[in-house]
């Protein structure tokens, strides 16, 4: 019987590995992934991946040949395992469209953001002082873990109230790993409730923004109008 050796690529990570624990594999700051096969396919076009929102999961678990949890993976390092993924399996060039247009995008020109490592105070914890109410917070970045929490706390709340829109807040409840040096649930949840002031929530949330390790995937229009290049099932198959 035939073996068949695929070729593997090492994809840095836009955090460096630091948001992880001592002895972590990701603490290596770089991941192994493999070409995709006719299975990565099957596991793209795969209707009850897709409906339970877990397709591009599914597709780093079967290319990811180092040995992780892909919930493990923050955003950004997910990004970046994904358009690395894209690249090896389709190629660099990737068309998208933003309001009736198309856009053209070298992937292989995407490069990983700045990531200042000093705004860490212990592993996956950011501190933050909210500029409006002298506030002091820390924060971290969200991992799949705390995706798959967040979806499901979400969805538990529509059911209590069908016109109930808890994202943010809910979002933030998870964000948000104490208050004024408090880090228990109940003191950050009554927080986020109740004590969170909305300009002091839109400065956490653009602040995020710029610390947290990512691909930087901004893209500039003709119009010079920046937007956010998007990762979805049509970033790997168009006719999505």
């Keep these: 019987m035939s073996e068949f050796n695929l070729p593997t690529e090492v994809v840095e990570l836009p955090s460096k590995g630091l948001v992880y624990p001592e002895g972590h594999p990701l603490r290596e700051g770089k991941i ?3 070409y995709m096969t006719a299975k990565e396919e099957d596991i793209l076009t795969n209707q009850a991946y897709i409906e339970k929102g877990t397709v591009l999961d599914e597709l780093l678990k079967s290319v990811i040949v180092s040995k992780i949890n892909v919930k493990d993976l923050i955003v950004g390092d997910k990004n ?8 090896l399996g389709y190629g660099k060039d990737y ?21 200042d490592e000093t705004q ?19 924060f971290k970045i969200l991992d799949g873990h705390d995706e798959t929490k967040i979806e ?3 969805q538990g709340l529509k059911k209590l109230n069908k016109n109930a829109s808890p994202e943010l807040s809910t979002r933030l409840k ?3 790993t104490s208050v004024n040096g408090d880090n228990e649930s109940k003191t950050v949840r009554n927080f986020v409730e109740n004590g969170l002031l909305a300009r002091d929530s839109r400065a956490l949330r653009n602040h995020l923004k710029e610390v947290q390790p990512d691909v930087d995937l901004t893209y ?3 119009s010079n109008e920046e937007i956010t290049i998007p990762i979805g ?4 198959w168009p006719d999505f």
Excluded: M, Q
Aim: glycine fraction near 4%; aromatic fraction near 14%.
């Design 32 to 34: 192994e992934i493999k």
């Design 233 to 236: 099932l049509s970033f790997f």
């Design 220 to 222: 500039t229009t003709d």
């Design 95 to 115: 068309s998208f469209s933003y309001l009736g247009d198309s856009h053209d995008v070298d992937l292989s020109t995407l490069e990983n953001k700045e990531f």
């Design 120 to 138: 860490l105070t212990e592993g996956n914890k950011f501190f933050y002082t909210l500029p409006h109410s002298n506030i002091d917070v820390t």
């Design 152 to 154: 499901k706390e979400i």
């Design 80 to 87: 970046a395992a994904l358009i690395a993924t894209r690249v």
């Design 174 to 176: 998870y964000i948000i």
